[in-house]
């Protein structure tokens, strides 16, 4: 066969496989049998191996993944991906429906009606009809770039179809899981080669799309259902319905059990079909999603903090079975918390074997009279904590005895002492080991203080050791009692020393994230830093102050207030100050080198990890992206630099390595 037919049939392959893999892991309605499919595989295959020069990275014999990655990239979300609110009866599905119709000012409201799947949010981008990046959801803002893992699974367009006339650029959003038959199949192969097994599908989806090295991923039976747009260049459908159906017509994986009700009681009747046929779907599901149809209504209702206005999660009733409680304990969390939990004789609740619940705190425990002996109904709901529903009062037999909480930490031995509003007990132990090497972990954690090496059970050690007793003991530690611990060397001391003097040097935005304040996660550390923009004006500020920041309300401005008007905090962070502890305050550049452009990193800097490479690249006004597109400006390549530089090259994308890069952070 000579070159011109051989791409001819390439073509002919390739939509077919294509076409295939829509049928059977999207329509789950396949035309052909395994074996044909697997001669269309092998020819294509063939006739790759016999032309090489006409292999592309959207070829579906590319699915079997690349090399491994040493870790996932970040990426910056363009639209943030929501979360949804939820209903758990009639009563709050009738309360969303009449909300919406307030709004409105309507009589009666269009929806579509979706399975809830119980898997993992992802996020997928096309550009010029090509599988650009795929994403995690992360924590709404920021995921973890998985593009080499998602390339593997089988129904995942690698490239779109041209007849649906695909946009220039395209964002969908989805969830991927894995069907339950796939996974029975697959613990059983896992058991019979003496691997452990997954608890559940979700568990397994979501391991297995998190595996540094694609070809685990592609080894693993994967699916994929897209439900939203994202961004997109050009106009988009007038309707969600039209738009799954958009979606559908360029080759993506749309879920065929979708529905559209007009008016609640459709809605109603949809879920109480999709209830009754729970155990017949194909996967597991624990509710159905409830859209508004109209993306003219959909602007108009918009969103709150972290939920659109449009949405909604009608939860199916949560499984429920009976056990036994063998024995009661308290833990103290990072935060000084008292928790009781209840250990269990282990059960299977939802597929997923359960062997302790949290009784939350002391009045839940009193009021469920839970007690070391009894039976009682254990409730689990997705991936909601399994928790006690109810004490079987008529299988007490005397034996059992009210269960006494604690008056003092059972870890360090400091006064227990409830809060004067709330049901929670904190220890009151300053330097509660429990607590502390918490705190100190979270405080050197990567997206924190970023003091690599000091991990959880080096953190032990030092608490353990009483060598730390607070954040800034850490930056008086010295080689000699580094090498006292066991198991350190020379070398590794060193380097941990190393380690702690570059902290010296961070941006506000972690410094606040690392002291570990309640309710302040990374994203709010920003807000916060880029508003008062140093330690002195947060240290300063009234509730009213901080409640001028975006999306901080009046208990979490309580909050951050009294955590800096504490005393033995505001000491900590004095010492840490006077320790060396530099924080930046953010800096956005409008002119310079780095100003509106978009910068890819690759490989590995000597002078800069890849996350100061990052914060100094978007204190100049830059932007940092995870994958090589037409859009980039510059790849910063470092040693080991991969795939990435490659792509960079074949686009003519300027290339700058990293004595260049570092001449440019110098230019303002």
Same mark, same amino acid.
């Given at each position: =066969?000579?070159?011109t037919?051989?791409?001819?049939?390439?073509?002919?392959?390739?939509? $077919?496989?294509?076409?295939?893999?829509?049928?059977?892991?999207?329509?789950?309605?396949?035309?052909?049998? !395994?074996?044909?499919?697997?001669?269309?595989?092998?020819?294509?295959?063939?006739?790759?191996?016999?032309?090489?020069?006409?292999?592309?990275?959207?070829?579906p014999?590319?699915?079997?993944?690349?090399?491994?990655?040493?870790?996932?990239?970040?990426? /910056?979300?363009?639209?943030?991906?929501?979360?949804?609110?939820? $209903?758990?009866?009639?009563? @709050?599905?009738?309360?969303?429906?009449?909300?919406?119709?307030?709004? &409105?000012?309507?009589?009666?409201? !269009?929806?579509?009606?979706?399975?809830?799947?119980d898997?993992?949010?992802?996020?997928?981008?096309?550009?010029?009809?090509?599988?650009?990046?795929?994403?995690?959801?992360?924590?709404?803002?920021?995921?973890?770039?998985v593009?080499? *893992? =998602?390339?593997?699974?089988? *129904?995942? $367009?690698?490239?779109?179809?041209?007849?649906a006339?695909? %946009?220039?650029?395209?964002e969908?959003?989805?969830?991927?899981f894995?069907?339950k038959a796939?996974?029975?199949?697959?613990?059983?192969?896992?058991?019979e080669?003496?691997e452990?097994?997954?608890?559940?599908?979700r568990?397994?989806?979501?391991?297995?799309?998190?595996?540094?090295?694609?070809?685990?991923?592609?080894?693993?039976?994967?699916?994929?259902?897209?439900?939203? /747009?994202g961004?997109?260049s050009?106009?988009?459908?007038?309707?969600?319905?039209?738009?799954?159906?958009?979606?559908?017509?360029?080759?993506?994986?749309?879920?065929?059990?979708?529905?559209?009700?007009?008016? #609640?009681?459709?809605?109603?009747?949809?879920?109480?079909?999709?209830?009754?046929?729970?155990?017949?779907?194909?996967?597991?599901?624990?509710?159905?999603?409830?859209?508004?149809?109209?993306?003219?209504q959909?602007?108009?209702?918009g969103?709150?903090?972290? +939920?659109?206005?449009?949405?909604?999660a009608?939860?199916?009733?949560?499984?429920?079975?009976?056990?036994?409680?063998?024995?009661?304990?308290? *833990?103290?969390?990072r935060?000084?918390a008292?928790?009781?939990?209840?250990?269990l004789?282990?059960?299977? /609740?939802g597929?997923?074997?359960?062997?302790?619940?949290?009784?939350? *705190?002391?009045?839940?425990l009193?009021?469920?009279?839970?007690?070391?002996g009894?039976?009682?109904f254990?409730?689990?709901?997705?991936?909601?904590i399994?928790?006690?529903?109810?004490?079987?009062?008529?299988?007490r037999?005397?034996?059992?005895?009210?269960?006494?909480?604690?008056?003092?930490? %059972?870890?360090?031995?400091?006064?227990?002492?409830?809060?004067?509003?709330?049901?929670?007990?904190?220890?009151?132990?300053?330097?509660?080991?429990?607590q502390?090497?918490?705190?100190?972990?979270?405080f050197?954690?990567?997206?924190?203080?970023?003091i690599?090496?000091?991990?959880e059970?080096?953190?032990?050690?030092?608490?353990?050791?009483?060598?730390?007793?607070?954040?800034?003991?850490?930056?008086? #530690?010295?080689?000699?009692? #580094?090498?006292a611990?066991?198991?350190?060397?020379?070398?590794?001391?060193e380097?941990?020393? !190393?380690?702690?003097?570059?902290?010296?040097?961070?941006t506000?935005?972690?410094?606040l994230?690392?002291?570990?304040?309640?309710?302040?996660?990374?994203?709010?550390?920003?807000? #916060?830093?880029?508003?008062?923009?140093?330690? @002195?004006?947060?240290?300063?500020a009234?509730? @009213?102050?901080?409640?001028? /920041?975006?999306d901080?309300g009046?208990?979490?401005?309580?909050?951050?207030?009294?955590f800096?008007?504490?005393?033995?905090?505001?000491?900590?962070?004095?010492? &840490?100050?006077?320790a060396g502890?530099?924080?930046?305050?953010p800096?956005?550049?409008?002119?310079?080198?780095?100003?509106?452009?978009?910068?890819?990193?690759?490989?590995g800097? +000597?002078?800069?990890?890849?996350?100061q490479?990052k914060?100094e690249?978007?204190?100049?006004?830059?932007?940092?992206?995870?994958?090589?597109?037409?859009k980039?400006?510059?790849?910063?390549?470092?040693?080991?630099?991969?795939?990435?530089?490659?792509?960079?090259?074949?686009?003519?994308?300027?290339?700058?390595? @990293?004595?260049?890069?570092?001449?440019?952070?110098?230019?303002?």
């Open positions: =066969m000579d070159k037919s051989a791409e001819k049939r390439i073509l002919e392959l390739r939509k $077919a496989i294509a076409h295939h893999n829509y049928r059977y892991y999207t329509l789950d309605d396949p035309e052909v049998s !395994d074996a044909h499919y697997d001669r269309l595989m092998q020819g294509l295959s063939a006739l790759e191996e016999q032309f090489p020069d006409l292999v592309t990275p959207d070829s014999t590319r699915r079997v993944g690349g090399v491994p990655s040493e870790k996932f990239e970040r990426v /910056v979300h363009r639209l943030p991906m929501l979360s949804l609110a939820n $209903a758990f009866d009639d009563g @709050e599905l009738a309360e969303f429906d009449e909300r919406i119709r307030r709004h &409105l000012s309507i009589e009666r409201v !269009d929806y579509v009606c979706e399975p809830k799947l898997g993992l949010a992802v996020e997928l981008v096309y550009e010029k009809g090509a599988l650009a990046r795929a994403s995690t959801r992360g924590d709404g803002l920021v995921g973890e770039d593009t080499p *893992n =998602m390339r593997t699974l089988r *129904n995942v $367009a690698l490239q779109l179809r041209a007849e006339s695909p %946009p220039e650029y395209l969908v959003r989805g969830e991927v894995i069907r796939d996974f029975a199949r697959f613990n059983q192969r896992r058991e080669s003496g452990p097994l997954f608890a559940n599908p568990n397994a989806a979501a391991g297995s799309l998190r595996q540094l090295d694609p070809r685990i991923t592609a080894s693993r039976p994967l699916s994929l259902f897209l439900y939203e /747009v961004q997109l050009g106009g988009e459908p007038s309707s969600h319905w039209q738009k799954l159906e958009w979606l559908k017509a360029m080759g993506l994986p749309v879920n065929p059990r979708n529905a559209r009700a007009s008016g #609640l009681e459709a809605v109603r009747a949809c879920y109480q079909r999709f209830l009754s046929a729970r155990h017949d779907f194909p996967y597991e599901l624990d509710g159905m999603v409830v859209k508004v149809d109209s993306e003219d959909r602007r108009r209702l969103q709150v903090s972290k +939920s659109p206005r449009w949405a909604i009608y939860k199916f009733p949560p499984e429920e079975e009976e056990t036994l409680v063998e024995a009661i304990d308290v *833990n103290v969390g935060t000084g008292l928790t009781p939990v209840a250990f004789r282990p059960i299977k /609740v597929g997923v074997t359960v062997s302790r619940a949290t009784l939350h *705190n002391e009045d839940e009193r009021r469920k009279d839970v007690r070391v009894d039976w009682v254990v409730r689990r709901a997705g991936d909601v399994p928790e006690i529903v109810k004490v079987i009062d008529s299988k037999d005397g034996r059992q005895v009210p269960f006494t909480f604690p008056t003092h930490c %059972p870890v360090c031995g400091a006064a227990a002492v409830r809060e004067e509003e709330g049901a929670i007990t904190r220890c009151t132990g300053v330097a509660c080991p429990a502390l090497q918490g705190n100190i972990r979270h050197a954690s990567r997206s924190a203080m970023d690599e090496g000091l991990g059970k080096l953190c032990a050690q030092l608490v353990g050791q009483g060598l730390v007793r607070d954040y800034s003991d850490l930056y008086q #530690l010295d080689a000699g009692q #580094l090498i611990v066991e198991r350190m060397g020379e070398k590794s001391a380097n941990i020393l !190393d380690a702690i003097a570059r902290s010296k040097r961070t506000l935005r972690r410094f994230y690392a002291l570990g304040i309640r309710h302040v996660g990374e994203a709010t550390a920003k807000l #916060l830093a880029d508003h008062f923009r140093s330690v @002195e004006g947060l240290l300063r009234t509730p @009213e102050d901080l409640m001028r /920041v975006r901080v009046p208990a979490m401005a309580e909050e951050i207030a009294a800096f008007q504490e005393p033995q905090n505001r000491e900590v962070i004095a010492k &840490l100050l006077a502890v530099e924080p930046q305050p800096e956005q550049s409008a002119a310079g080198p780095f100003a509106g452009k978009t910068v890819v990193l690759t490989g800097l +000597s002078t800069l990890s890849r996350e490479a914060e690249i978007e204190r100049r006004g830059g932007k940092v992206a995870g994958s090589v597109s037409r980039t400006d510059w790849v910063v390549a470092g040693e080991d630099a991969g795939s990435k530089l490659k792509r960079a090259q074949e686009l003519g994308i300027r290339m700058l390595d @990293e004595k260049a890069f570092l001449e440019l952070l110098k230019e303002r």
